[in-house]
């Protein structure tokens, strides 16, 4: 039961991930004729509401997170969102392991960042005081939390562990090679 709830949580985390990505995320690196006005409005919205510069004006260290996010992640979404959703694909456990590794690593820098530099107050202002820093954490934590509480299940769940499909396809084996014996 608990994996059920744990392969929705990650259906859902999936699945949202595709608009946000499409929609707010790629907006960094794409002409900004490619998307509708509401699309920019939401962006300038979030930007201006969560004190959150590096969307409006990304370093290049930030860019290049976004274009592994549109070359390695992107693609992977709807995949992982369809094996969660069906549940129990162990086929996944490989993929899902090299995502949330990857996407972790990148949140720690993103993180420190948001915590420790000096942001500018224009053009776009940034997080300036302990409060606007921790609500702008509060927005990126979820990106760190749900992949490492991916990456732990990958490896530490019978349903997911490499362990019990080998236990299990032994014993398949040992019962068909049993089976075989009975008949001749």
């Known amino acids: 039961m608990a994996i059920r709830v744990l392969e929705i949580i ?4 999936f699945s949202s991930h595709i ?3 499409l929609l707010i995320d790629l ?3 794409l002409p ?5 006005q509401p699309a920019k409005d939401l962006l ?3 930007a201006e509401a969560f004190r959150d510069p590096m969307v409006l004006d990304p370093p290049a260290w ?3 997170f976004i274009l592994c996010e549109a070359l390695l992640q992107l693609p992977f979404f709807p995949v992982a969102a369809f094996a969660f959703l069906k549940g129990s694909c162990r086929w996944i456990r490989t993929p899902a392991i090299i995502y949330s590794a990857h996407v972790a690593t ?3 820098p993103i993180l420190a960042h948001i915590l420790f530099s000096q942001f500018p107050t224009e053009p776009h202002a940034g997080p300036q005081t302990s409060q606007q820093r921790w609500l702008l954490v509060s927005i990126y934590a979820p990106y760190l939390l749900v992949p ?3 990456l732990l299940t990958m490896l530490t769940s019978s349903a997911y562990s490499g362990s019990a499909s080998t236990h299990r396809g032994s014993a398949s084996a040992s019962s068909r090679t049993a089976g075989a014996k009975k008949r001749s």
């Open 106 to 108: 990148t949140l720690v």
């Open 44 to 46: 300038r919205w979030y």
């Open 27 to 29: 907006q960094a690196l």
């Open 10 to 13: 990650f259906f859902f985390y």
């Open 19 to 21: 608009p946000i990505t």
């Open 148 to 150: 490492v509480l991916l």
């Open 62 to 64: 930030f860019q290049s």
């Open 32 to 36: 900004a004729d490619v998307y509708p």
